[in-house]
T-cell receptor, first 114, second 115 residues
Framework: ETGVTQSPTHLIKTRGQQVTLRCSSQ?????VSWYQQALGQGPQFIFQ???????GRGNFPPRFSGLQFPNYSSELNVNALELDDSALYLC?????????????FGPGTRLTVT | AQTVTQSQPEMSVQEAETVTLSCTYD???????LFWYKQPPSRQMILVIR??????QNATENRFSVNFQKAAKSFSLKISDSQLGDTAMYFC????????????FGKGTSLLVTP
């Protein structure tokens, strides 16, 4: 059974640029959630996708957008990058969107904005 | 607003000893789930233990157990027989239907297990 994978591992971008982060969900999982973890902080919920539809969104501006594909993998897109977007971006997949489904996390993508 | 507070930024414990990590939360919902996650230096977040709010019995997973006090909105984690591999950041989190089942994390407690 393959776990949750994310690419790339590290990324350096310049302020104002756009970035796409990718997440492959665990086999059999149809739900992907994205979190932003700033240095020294707990993860903050960005949004969740369930069966290719956005299923919930945290307090993040519209320049954070996402997609989920038919194979349930997902992308996180961030436009007009700001210095404060520098963080570890985590995705988590689960067998469903409810609280009884464990969220399995990937290793994360470290984004640095200069 | 729904919040999670972990009042101990750092803790240290000797191998084989017991340590308790504190967590309080605030929500107006009656139906929710509570979690402790571990994030070792390798970064991958791992679920340690979970508790459904409607269950009165405290959850236990091997050396890990919780003390869930619903009225006090407290959810502490006890690690017994601490091992060097327990060294990690520990995050308390909760999830409610009203929040779309998003995990709401605290700031974490850094636990160091020493020989």
């Amino acid at each position: 059974e393959t776990g949750v994978t994310q690419s790339p591992t590290h990324l350096i971008k310049t302020r104002g640029q756009q970035v796409t982060l990718r997440c492959s969900s665990q086999s059999g999982h149809n739900t992907v959630s994205w979190y932003q973890q700033a240095l020294g902080q707990g993860p903050q919920f960005i949004f969740q996708y369930y069966r290719e539809e956005e299923n919930g969104r945290g307090n993040f501006p519209p320049r954070f957008s996402g997609l989920q594909f038919p194979n349930y993998s997902s992308e996180l897109n961030v436009n007009a990058l700001e210095l404060d977007d520098s963080a570890l971006y985590l995705c988590a997949s689960s067998a469903g969107p409810g609280g009884s489904y464990e969220q399995y996390f990937g290793p994360g993508t470290r984004l640095t904005v200069t | 607003a729904q919040t999670v507070t972990q009042s101990q930024p750092e803790m240290s414990v000797q191998e084989a000893e017991t340590v308790t990590l504190s967590c309080t939360y605030d929500t107006s919902e009656n139906n929710y789930y509570l979690f402790w996650y571990k994030q070792p230096p390798s970064r991958q977040m791992i679920l340690v233990i979970r508790q459904e709010a409607y269950k009165q019995q405290n959850a236990t997973e091997n050396r890990f157990s919780v003390n869930f006090q619903k009225a006090a909105k407290s959810f502490s984690l006890k690690i017994s027989d601490s091992q060097l591999g327990d060294t990690a950041m520990y995050f308390c989190a909760f999830m409610t239907p009203g929040s779309g089942y998003a995990l709401n994390f605290g700031k974490g407690t850094s636990l160091l297990v020493t020989p």
